[in-house]
């Protein structure tokens, strides 16, 4: 089989724990895009925190494109534009807010590229440090956001927030709902995920579905794992999802991309 697209998701599968490309993955990278195969970075993250790493492996010259907010937007790289964008309401949002105070959770969302919440916490600081966005703590979240944004995260200790994740899904069936880390709970509008959006670019692009690999390892990650001709997990993935992969390599930290490149594309 020759694949065409490589989707990766970045944290803790492309970047190693200090957040980032390793040499071995960058040159293989580089290999497979010498080969055409479009590399399309997909992340939980915003926009703004996934700008650099595309750059590094310079995919706007490679005219490949970049799903953020777990799908919620995508971005032509060469053309450095939107060609994608689903919001939650205002009211979805505010209805989430109630939730979290509900449930006991924090809630973040993002207003003008900067983190907007009420509360601070261990995992909020967490999210700023692989954003590398400023965090506006206000007095009031509802008064702060007046307006649609791309997604919430519910932030809390990951056992209890395993069994919100649960509760959510029950409770607010019309919103999507994955764990991006054991610790964040993100939300984003009904039909919005990674395996929809990278369906809408393959269909752009003229790709079968079977001509893609998807490599991740968290459950924001299930759904392309699951559509994708290979769908493949680094070693690191969190246990329940294991066996719901096609194929396990290296880990994170061990340049687990650069062996899918060097396994599945180069030969």
Same mark, same amino acid.
């Given at each position: ?40 970075? #997909?992340?939980?993250?915003?926009? /703004? ?5 595309? +750059? @590094?492996? =310079?995919? $706007? *010259? ?86 649609? #944004?791309?997604?919430?995260?519910? /932030? ?5 927030? +395993? @069994?919100? =994740?649960? $509760? *959510? ?99």
């Amino acid at each position: 089989m020759k694949y065409k697209m490589l989707v990766l998701d970045m944290d803790d599968t492309l970047l190693n724990d200090d957040h980032k490309i390793s040499k071995e993955n960058k040159e293989m990278l580089f290999k497979a895009q010498e080969l055409g195969v479009y590399v399309v970075l #997909a992340s939980g993250r915003p926009t /703004l925190a996934m700008t650099a790493f595309a +750059k @590094e492996l =310079e995919l $706007d *010259l490679n005219n490949s494109y970049m799903l953020s907010f777990n799908g919620a937007v995508i971005t032509d790289l060469k053309e450095d534009k939107v060609i994608f964008e689903q919001t939650l309401t205002q009211g979805q949002i505010h209805e989430l807010y109630d939730y979290s105070l509900k449930s006991k959770t924090h809630i973040i969302t993002y207003v003008n590229g900067k983190i907007v919440s009420e509360t601070d916490s261990e995992y909020i600081e967490i999210e700023k440090n692989i954003t590398g966005l400023e965090h506006n703590k206000v007095v009031s979240f509802k008064e702060e956001v007046q307006s649609s #944004a791309v997604k919430c995260i519910l /932030l809390e200790e990951p056992s209890y927030l +395993k @069994e919100v =994740e649960k $509760d *959510l899904k029950a409770a607010m069936p019309h919103l999507s709902v994955s764990m991006s880390k054991p610790f964040f709970l993100e939300v984003a509008q009904n039909g919005i995920d990674k395996a929809a959006s990278v369906k809408f670019l393959a269909e752009k692009l003229n790709i079968h579905q079977s001509e893609i690999i998807a490599v991740g390892n968290a459950g924001n990650d299930l759904t392309m794992i699951e559509y994708a001709g290979l769908g493949v997990w680094v070693d690191n993935v969190d246990p329940e999802l294991r066996d719901k992969g096609d194929v396990v390599v290296a880990s994170n930290n061990d340049h687990g991309v650069a062996e899918v490149v060097r396994r599945f594309i180069l030969n």
